[in-house]
């Protein structure tokens, strides 16, 4: 016990002696923080900007057209495949999803957004926040997510004005917002809802599908009605379906377009900045040692243990890191009230206190060499006398 005060003793003396040159490695740190804080909650905000629609679908299962490698954008099924589908023994209920982009022009700078086709009460319809959901049919009604109202103002009771060109020419069409969602935002844009009859009449559409008034989804969410028979259940679909493919939520996240090349550039970011702190602290705490090799000498002589000297640097490092990780902590949270909402910024509580717990590690980490060195210290050495 009496070591220990010693050590904390010693460490916390040494700090504020020389605070102004461990203020600057705490300011480092916190820097080294800030950014892998930042690059965290960017990888994350980029994540949910991509996958955000498919993570919180009400589904069990994505059912594609056969051999399109579970991507959304090259499946388009049968019409009547979600029927199909929800005779099969198991399946709760099947929704169709329909795909699409569209541009609201009716504001100060238009609005790029992903259009969806979906049914109300069905799988692939999120749950509303406020106001109703739309008539079905061919009603020019649109249910918008919470990320289109941040971005324009605009409210429940407005009408929007969205423009898709058909063939060769653009067209304008009239929607009325009747409800709002949250959280649904798909292959980084915000996402508006309609009626697959109204999603048909509106989309994008070339010259060849102008002549057909049917709509085909691109995929079809299906609920089961127990969800821990997944592996079952995709055998069957495929047994009783024709054509088709079928995949669980994390599948179909991991082959949506550019993910987890995405991902992985993230997560290569985070871990070279993580390399060049642990070498940071290493190499300040290495010099800090070297500089004060004579007073570490002296310790010894008059009776301190290695246990003193090395608990010592160890609190030392901790303290100093420690600091630095939540001065860097809150400068990221302080940044982030003042990004634009279009930056795609979202701590992940999981993700952040991993961040925060292996940049508190990387001070022992980088601190280690140091830390062995100052234990094996010879005091007659260190003090010229041997």
């Known amino acids: 016990m009496k070591n220990a005060f010693l050590a904390f003793y010693l460490a916390l003396k040494e700090v504020l002696r020389n605070r102004g040159r461990f203020l600057l490695v705490s300011l480092v740190i916190a820097l080294i923080t800030l950014l892998v804080l930042f690059i965290a909650a960017l990888g994350e905000g980029l994540a949910n900007g991509n996958r955000q629609y498919v993570a919180n679908l009400d589904a069990d299962l994505i059912v594609f057209l056969e051999k399109s ?7 388009r099924l049968d019409t009547n495949s979600a029927r199909s589908i929800r005779r099969v023994d198991g399946v709760a209920d099947a929704g169709p999803i329909y795909t699409s982009t569209t541009e609201i022009v009716s504001l100060d700078e238009p609005l790029k957004v992903s259009l969806l086709g979906a049914e109300p009460g069905r799988p692939g319809m999120p749950p509303l926040i406020e106001g109703r959901e739309f008539r079905s049919g061919q009603a020019r009604e649109v249910v918008i997510d919470r990320n289109v109202a941040l971005r324009s103002n605009i409210r429940i009771g407005d009408e929007i004005i969205i423009r898709s060109t058909q063939g060769v020419e653009d067209e304008f069409y009239t929607l009325e917002v009747v409800g709002m969602v949250d ?12 009626p697959p009859a109204t999603w048909e009449q509106v989309r994008p559409q070339s010259e060849a599908d102008l002549n057909s008034d049917t ?9 089961l009605t127990d969800p821990n028979q997944i592996d079952v259940m995709q055998e069957r679909l495929v047994a009783s379906v024709k054509n088709i493919e079928v995949a669980d939520i994390p599948t179909t996240i991991n082959n949506i377009p550019g993910y987890s090349a995405q991902q992985g550039t993230v997560q290569t970011q985070g871990f070279f900045t993580l390399l060049i702190g642990v070498m940071v602290i290493g190499g300040f705490f290495q010099i800090q ?17 290695n246990g003193v000297v090395g608990w010592s640097a160890v609190i030392q490092i901790i303290v100093v890191t420690a600091f630095g990780v939540a001065v860097g902590g809150g400068l990221t949270y302080f940044f982030s009230l003042f990004l634009p909402s279009t930056i795609p910024f979202v701590f992940d509580g999981v993700r952040s206190i991993a961040a925060v717990i292996l940049l508190l590690l990387i001070g022992p980490l980088g ?8 234990v094996r210290i010879e005091p007659l050495k260190a003090l010229r006398l041997g």
């Open 69 to 75: 490698d579970y991507i959304i954008s090259s499946s």
């Open 183 to 194: 959280g649904q935002s798909y292959f980084f844009q915000p996402t508006i809802f309609v």
């Open 215 to 223: 709509p085909y989804p691109n995929i079809i969410a299906v609920k």
């Open 289 to 305: 040692i070297l500089q004060k090799v004579p007073q570490i000498g002296v310790l010894k002589a008059i009776g301190s243990s």
């Open 367 to 374: 601190g280690m060499v140091s830390i062995i060195y100052a």
